[in-house]
């Protein structure tokens, strides 16, 4: 797939609160040239505290290796003190990388942003 160069930010991260848990609703693509904004987004919630987050993949198009990075150092900063990162509503094809890649054993991935909040 050839990427448009004028068209590099193609990702929308809605931040919202539910409870204890911080939601980042994401859509779009998620790849080498939005992941910074994803690490972002991660890192001010936890400078602020909030280590209960729950990323919301599910109007995501597409994620690269740099996108699941992100996602995986989120995930060990937030284990690191002692919260958690779910990963909400992957696509079969997020799900199909996940397995292959083994990261399906280390993230927790849930179907919903409700059952997410409830664990």
Known sequence: MRRDWRKVIDLKIEPRTAGRWTV????????VYTCGFLREA???AADEGKYFLAVDVQAVEFMD????????????????????LVL??????????????????ILTVRLS???????
Do not use: C
Request: no cysteine; proline share 2%; net charge positive.
């Open 65 to 84: 290796s740099s996108g699941l990075g992100v996602i995986v150092g989120g995930h060990k900063r937030l284990k690191g003190n002692e919260g958690e």
């Open 24 to 31: 980042l609703k994401l859509t779009g693509e998620v790849d």
């Open 88 to 105: 909400v509503a992957p696509n079969k094809q997020m799900r199909r990388i996940l397995g292959l890649t083994g990261l399906d054993q």
């Open 113 to 119: 942003v409700d059952e997410a909040i409830r664990s």
């Open 42 to 44: 991660i890192s001010k």
